[in-house]
């Protein structure tokens, strides 16, 4: 489909979370040796950038812009309003499909400590929210996602809707986490994302993530060239419109990793369909507390005064798999 942008003002100022001490730090680059070592479960989370995304062109030139210093500790710094569709009480869950259709998506993310070295936050909650393949939120599903879409209940599949596509994971002994899920769809006037929170300091109970700090809000992107091809796909091809790219999206600042931009690999070169495997690492100060009221970028509410979906009562109470 065709990827006409929505031109948005991008003046808006950010707000960098972080104040990192001691040592070198490059802004816009990405704490982790290469797709490969991200991916790898003996893979380490310090040392420099490859700037290198197998698979996927737009990715690569976007991280290998941000540069690469030998010896210096290079951290996800921008911090984003958690925008309009968060609910509290997310499951404690790998895979937060809910049985929703789209292009599968590997996401494995790797937490480190941006003012010890990078070193792994052990413990750490990463929990992250999406719309489904036409635009809806749980919890949202009223909410218009613009162009023409069928209505969520189309879907055909079995998933919650106060809980579909979110989640949490507890960071191991690397500080990484690993999500299966689908690739987000969009909504009008946002580009393709995912919306994200590190937290510290709470622990699992009865597979819900409780008490704690947010100390990172965040969003991640995909870069366009994939998205175009991801959404000319069944069943993302049902919602036709005017898809806004990554330079004239409201949230997103042209800082590729520094800005959640994802290094993407196909799982098959010749089947995108196959899915992709995404990887970045999100550099944290465990000390610092983040509303995600803050940050830049508003988050981007669908036309026609949604979301008018209520969320629902309570916390979820459904069993979760790790």
Known sequence: MPMTGLHQDTS?????????TGGTVAAGGLAAAGYQAAFADTGTTTGTTTGTTAGTTAGASASASAGSTAGACMTLMTSVTEGPYYLDGALVRKDITEGKSGVPLTLRLTVVDATDGCTPVAG???EIW?????????????ANPGGSAPAESEDG????????LRGYQIANANGVVKFETIFPGWY???TCHIHLKVHTGGQKEDGTYEGGKVNHTGQLFFPDDVAEEIFALEPYAKHTGSYTVLADDMVYDGGGASSGLLTLKSVHKADPAKGYKGSLTLGVDPDAENTGAGGGGGGGTPPGGAPTGAPPS???TASASS
């Open 12 to 20: 808006i100022t950010r707000r960098r979370a972080l104040a990192v």
């Open 124 to 126: 750490a909650a990463v």
């Open 130 to 142: 999406h719309c489904d393949a036409w635009g809806y939120y749980s919890g949202y599903t009223t």
């Open 157 to 164: 599949s079995t998933a919650n809707d106060g809980t579909y």
């Open 188 to 190: 009008t006037p946002r």
């Open 314 to 316: 309570g916390a979820p």
